[in-house]
C-alpha cells in the first residue's frame, strides 16, 4: 500500500463523518492521496479538515477540481476572481436553513461539494447533515418498494434560505436573483449511486410535490422520507473553526445550516463538482426544464 494512500481518519457518528488529519489539502496532492479520500468521501458522506489556515479561494478551486470539472451555480453569480465559487454570506440574508441537497432543481446537480468558512460568528452557525443512503437501507420492504416507484418535482421557485433582512446597502436580494430563471426538474425519489452503486433517497426543500399525487398525500409521503434522512441516528452536526474544509457527497446526503447566531456576520465560500443525471432503479434519467424568467431582481 503506498503511503499517498493511507489517510488518518477518525470516524465521527455512526452512520456518517469523518475528519481527516496530517494533511495539508491542495491542488498538488498525489493521484493516490486523491483516489483515498474520494473513497472516503463515498464511505462517510462527509469529511472535515481542520487547519487548513493556507486555503484561499485559488487553491480551493484547485483542490476541488482534483475530483472533476467545477460548475457554477444555476442562478447565482460566482464570486468576483474565481471560476466558480459561490459566497454565502447572512448579512446579504444567506442562511440555508432548510434541508437540501445541493441544487437538486436541476438533473445535473453536483456530486460533490467543498464548503469553507471565512467570517465566522461568536456563537453558533452550525452546519448538520443527513445520509440519504442510510436513510433509504432503514426503511421497511413495503416502502422501500413505494419509494422506488416515486416520482417528484424539484423547483427553485422557493427561496431555500432563510428570511433575514438584507444588511448591506446596494446588495440585490438573494431569493431575487435565486428565482430569476425558474427550472423544474423530474427526480426519481430513490436513485441509485453513480459510483457506488446503493440506492439513495433524493430529498430535501427543492421537492414541490410527488408527481400523481394529491398535494395532502404528497405532503405527507414526503414527510416520512425526509424524516429519515434527517433523524438524528443518520444526522452529524459540525461546529466551524477558521481554516476547516468539508467536502461531502452531495448525491448522498442532505445538509442545512443551523441560524442561531443571531445578526452576527457568517460567510462561507463554496465549489460544487459537476454531477450527472439521476437514475432511478429502472433506468429511467431525471430531466429538467425551464419554465419561466422571473423580471430583473431589485436592489435592497
Known amino acids: ?37 474520494h473513497a472516503a468521501i463515498l464511505k462517510y458522506k462527509v469529511v472535515f479538515f481542520r487547519g487548513q489556515d493556507h486555503l484561499d479561494d ?28 459561490l459566497e454565502v454570506a447572512a448579512e446579504r440574508g444567506e442562511v440555508a436553513s432548510n434541508w437540501h441537497a445541493d441544487f437538486t432543481f436541476v438533473d445535473t446537480y453536483p456530486q460533490l461539494t467543498f464548503l469553507r468558512p471565512v467570517v465566522l460568528p461568536s456563537h453558533g452557525g452550525d452546519t448538520l447533515w443527513g445520509n440519504t443512503e ?21 423547483t427553485n421557485d422557493y427561496d431555500y434560505v432563510s428570511d433575514r433582512p438584507v444588511r448591506e446597502k446596494g446588495k440585490i436580494r438573494h431569493g431575487e436573483v435565486f428565482i430569476r430563471k425558474v427550472f423544474e426538474t423530474e427526480q426519481p425519489l430513490v436513485a441509485v449511486h453513480p459510483h457506488t452503486g446503493k440506492k439513495v433517497l433524493i430529498v430535501g426543500n427543492f421537492i414541490q410535490r410527488i408527481i400523481g399525487y394529491r398535494s395532502p398525500d404528497s405532503h405527507d409521503l414526503l414527510q416520512i422520507f425526509q424524516r429519515h434522512a434527517t433523524s438524528p441516528e443518520n444526522t452529524l452536526r459540525w461546529s466551524w473553526k477558521l481554516g476547516d474544509i468539508a467536502v461531502w457527497d452531495n448525491r448522498a446526503t442532505v445538509h442545512r445550516a443551523v441560524d442561531d447566531f443571531d445578526r452576527e456576520p457568517r460567510t462561507l465560500r463554496r465549489s460544487t463538482v459537476v454531477g450527472e443525471p439521476a437514475v432511478s432503479v429502472d433506468g429511467r434519467r431525471a430531466s429538467t426544464r425551464i419554465v419561466g424568467e422571473k423580471p430583473k431582481a431589485v436592489v435592497a
Do not use: C
Open 1 to 37: 500500500m503506498s503511503e499517498h494512500s493511507v489517510l488518518n481518519l477518525r470516524p465521527l457518528g455512526g452512520r456518517i463523518g469523518a475528519e481527516i488529519s496530517d494533511l495539508r489539502v491542495s491542488g498538488d496532492l498525489h493521484p493516490a492521496t486523491v483516489k483515498a479520500l
Open 58 to 85: 485559488a487553491t480551493q478551486e484547485a483542490f476541488a477540481k482534483l475530483f472533476g470539472g467545477l460548475n457554477e451555480h444555476p442562478t447565482l453569480p460566482s464570486k468576483d476572481g474565481t471560476e466558480a465559487i
Open 134 to 154: 442510510a436513510a433509504y437501507d432503514e426503511l421497511p420492504e413495503s416502502l422501500k418498494a413505494l419509494a422506488e416507484q416515486l416520482w417528484t418535482l424539484h
